[in-house]
Each structure stands twice: as C-alpha cells, then as structure tokens.
C-alpha cells in the first residue's frame, strides 16, 4: 500500500516465480485504488479481485504474500485464506465447459485446495525498525543527524550556498558531489545523507566558518552568520555520525540484500538477520562512548521482537535449501536438526503427493505392465536386502530412497564453496540446475526461493514512473 500526495491509496501486486528453465521471474499483476477505510477485509478482496483480473489461474498456485508490517496486512492475510479454495473453484467452474465438468464430478475427481498461505513481514521494514528504535532511545545521535540534515537542506535549496560549496571543494581539492537528503520513506537514505556530508566535512566546516566570521561575500546566504546552523559542529557530532556510518553500513548491506527483486532473497533471511545482530552485539563490546553502546541496545532489543517472525519455520526451510545460506548456517544456528526436520515434514505435508503422481505420469508413458510389475519387484527385493544387510543408500534417486536420506545427501555432500552472499540470481538457478541427483530437493527449492524477502520489489512500482508494466 502507497498513499499519494493527493491522499489516495494504492495497492501494487507483484508475483515473483521461477520458471521451469530456472529463471527467476516478475510481473506486475495489478496496480489498484484502494479506498478508505484501508482494513484487512478491504484489502484481502481487493487482492483477489486483482488476481481474477489478471488470470483466475493463478489463485492454485499462489501459496505465500509478502507484506509490509502493518497490521491491516496481517488480518489481510487472515481473511484472504479461507477465500482462496472457494475463489479456485470459482475460477475452474467458469473455464471448465459443462459437459467437462460432469465428466469430472461423476469420476470423483477433487479439486485440489491450495497449500496454507503464509505472509512474510516485509525483513528490510524491520531492520528500519530497529533503527528507528535506537534513534528514539539515544537522542544525541538523532540531534547530530538532524542538525547536519538541516545544514544539507540549506546547501540544496540554495543555488549560491550550492556554487560556494563546490569553489570551496576545488580549493581544498574535496572531490564535489551533490550533497543528499534522507526520505523518511526511503530505506538507507539517512545512511546515504551522512555518508555524503562526511565526505564533504572539510568543505563544510570552511564554509559554515566562512559565514559565522562575517568574512567578506559570506554575509547574505541563506544561513545567517548567527544562526543555529553557522556555528561550528564540535568533533563529538562527527564522530557520532561516523559511528552511525559504521554501525549502519552492515544493515544497508543486509537491506539492499534482501530487497533484491532479480535475485533469491528469502533463503538468506535467517542468516543475515543472525549477522547483524552480531554485529550489534560486537559494537555494544567495543563501544567506547556511552551512545553508541545504548544506540546498539535497542536496536538489538527490537531485533529479539522480531525474531519468531524472521526465524520461523518457513524461512528455515528456505535456508536450508539455499545452496548460498546452508553453508552458513550452521554458524549462525546451533542445532540444525530441527529444520532438517521442518524440511521432512514440509515434504510429507506438501510435495509428496505432488512428486510421486508425477514419477507415475512419466514412467507411465515409458513402461508397458510387465515392466512395471519388474520395476515393482526389483524394489521389494531391494528393501529385502537393505532389511538384512544394510545396503548402502543409492547416490541417486531411483524411486526408493527416502527422501530423508536425499536431503541428507544434499546437505552434507553437495556444498559447493563457491556459492555465498555475492553469488548472483543466474549464478544461484544455473547451479540447482545440476541437481538431477535431487529431485525433490529441487522441487521443493523452486517455490521456497521465488519468495520475496521483502515487500520492496513490490513498492518499487511507486517510484517507477513510466515502468509499471514489466514483460510476462
């Protein structure tokens, strides 16, 4: 949801799947006016109502949302499950042609539900959050980063103050760039402005003592040589912005992460919310200044708040089955078993059906009878000896092994140390690719990596004016 500076509201629904070539792909799906009141129940039927519109189809295959943190979202998703089934039915009874539909009821055929949609809170929205918790707790650094934000804004809307600043750069020979401003809408953008007025110090401060000194040709600019802003920034605000800077840089790193519409991100959830909150917990150890320690605090608090919904089962899942995060995950999780365990019953509950009706479509086609009661016999006479001899598990997959064993196979043999944080979407499916040896595994992987980690893909149609409509 997005409101506009006319005080409209506007939803946006993006769908996020990888396709059968291992691509991972996007589209807009709809771009819709929501009126007031915005609550879960309005939005839970305008959401269907986007998806009918653009294919009814989509509503079977639909099986996780991705929202921001409000707490409409939450009762969205709460009211949109149980509409979901009947929404599929719906859709099916007006494509099916009648005399279809009669062939159908009298074979008894059903018509599969959908999985349990789950909702994932929007991660880079909590890790904002969190900052956010530790400017409200330590003020200092929240004045220091509004006192230079305010100096910045005069050196922006001032085309002279703007002129000045560059003549000064080129004579203390500072590399010029355009100072930057926060957005309190823009994830990082705070980071970004004191990165930039770091950069320009030595030029400001000469500026800013230019103007408080009454120097000649510095006595009409926008800022005053007695206001607030021309007094000198004492080292203790800079060095609370650098601090700042440093504490910030990992978040920024786990934001842009995370918000990655082109690249798996929901796999590597779990582990880079465990980084950074290590490195909180380094920065409270080493922190010299009392600040900094409280500034880390809180952040590390609203962070624990947080942590059944960034950790919970369906992103440990995910973990596991991304070949970048389970080679970091068991530094980052004491015990693994039971997301081992998470994965089974996920499998069980979900794609057990699914796999074996289409191991039975694609030997059916291939086996005549006396094939198949041979293929049948072969694996009864392979468990009778497995029973009394204990043969080894089979290194691919042939029908009989567990799947258990084929994801303890996945997990303990097939780590690859290229794959970490840096390697690329293409670099990620090209790689699954390979994984004939685990058909489940991949299966599985598909649907669990074409989940966003973040609602941002989604509110990037907002400020992408003219590119709303993406290729299908």
Known sequence: MWTSAAKRGYMVVTMHWIDEDWNL????????????PHTGVRLADDLLDVIKAMDGALFATLWAITTDNAQNNKT??????????????DHLSDAIPPSAADMTSESGSAIEAPQNVFQVRCLAHVLQLAVKEGLTVRSFVDTCIGTIR???RKLVESTALNEELERICKVLEVKFEQPVLNCVTRWNSTWSMVISAIHLRKSIEELLRRIHGRHEGYRNFSIGPDERLAAPLVDSKWQALEVFCTFLTPVKVATMMLSGKNCPT???????????SKNATSMINQAVARYT????????????KYDSLVKYRGAQIAAMLDPRAKTLLPKVMTDIGPIRQYVIDEYEAEYRVRFESQQQGTSASTLNQQDTEEVALGKVLHQML???????????????????????????????????????????????????????????????????????????????????????
């Open 293 to 304: 320690a409280d500034f880390a605090t809180a952040f590390n608090k609203k962070i624990d």
């Open 76 to 89: 969205m998703v709460r009211s949109f499950r149980p509409k979901l089934p009947d929404a599929v039915r």
């Open 386 to 472: 497995d029973d009394n001899f204990g043969l080894d598990e089979p290194t691919g997959f042939d029908g009989g092994e567990s799947f258990a064993s084929e994801l303890d196979r996945f997990w303990i043999v097939h780590r690859d140390p290229t794959m970490n944080s840096k390697t690329s979407s293409s670099a990620v499916c090209a790689w699954m690719r390979t994984l004939d040896q685990f058909p489940r595994i991949r299966m599985m992987t598909r649907d669990f990596l074409s989940v966003m980690a973040t609602s941002v893909p989604s509110e990037q149609a907002f400020s992408a004016a003219g590119a709303t409509v993406s290729v299908r």
């Open 150 to 152: 305010d100096i910045l």
């Open 266 to 276: 929901f796999g590597m959830a779990v582990v880079v919310f465990e980084l950074v």
């Open 25 to 36: 792909r996007y589209i807009i799906l709809g771009f819709r006016r929501v009126e007031y």
